[in-house]
């Protein structure tokens, strides 16, 4: 008896990877399209959740809670922040956080992957909250997020007065 050989023979397995090298060319960008996207909406859910918890800690705590931005880089908040209650509770937002006398209640570090979060020029190094939950700055923030593909992809949120949050499409990427 003569036993057969199976496997594939050399045309089929060269159909099979011409197959394969087409769908990756198409998936792969498709795919890597949709994780910048999945970044810049981390990024906003977190600026915006972690703005919202400033300002109720404010209100729960009824005591001035200041959220800081990390690193040297005006107007960039990528780098993380700080949120913390102010031992001196001035709500002018006008000190800076002090381990040994200021409650730290939550500290982020740096996003990963590219996407930027920049204040426009009204917004200082340090967001503070009154404990009424208003800004102790009588004027609106907005924060652009974006990414290397700008504006298009990106997203906007605007902090006003009273401390209510809100997003939408970018219209720049200060």
């Known amino acids: 008896m003569t036993s057969r050989q199976q496997g594939f023979t050399l045309l089929e397995l060269m159909i099979v990877l011409a197959i394969s090298a087409i769908l990756l060319t198409v998936g792969v960008p498709s795919f890597q399209t949709m994780i910048k996207n999945n970044r810049l909406t981390t990024a906003t859910n977190a600026f915006v959740s972690q703005l919202n918890y400033a300002r109720s800690e404010a209100i729960r705590f009824n005591w001035a809670v200041n959220l800081e931005r990390k690193g040297s880089a005006s107007q960039v908040w990528s780098n993380g922040w700080t949120i913390y209650r102010d031992a001196s509770n ?30 426009d020029s009204s917004a200082a ?14 004027a609106a923030m907005t924060f652009a997020v974006c990414d290397d593909r700008g504006k298009d992809h990106g997203r906007m949120i605007t902090l006003s007065r009273t401390g209510r949050v809100s997003t939408g499409p970018a219209t720049s990427c200060l």
């Open 125 to 138: 190094s340090r967001i503070p909250f009154r404990p009424n939950g208003m800004l102790a700055k009588n």
């Open 90 to 119: 001035k709500s002018d937002g006008d000190t800076t956080f002090a381990a040994a006398t200021d409650q730290l209640l939550r500290d982020r570090d740096p996003f990963d992957g590219d996407v930027q979060i920049k204040s």
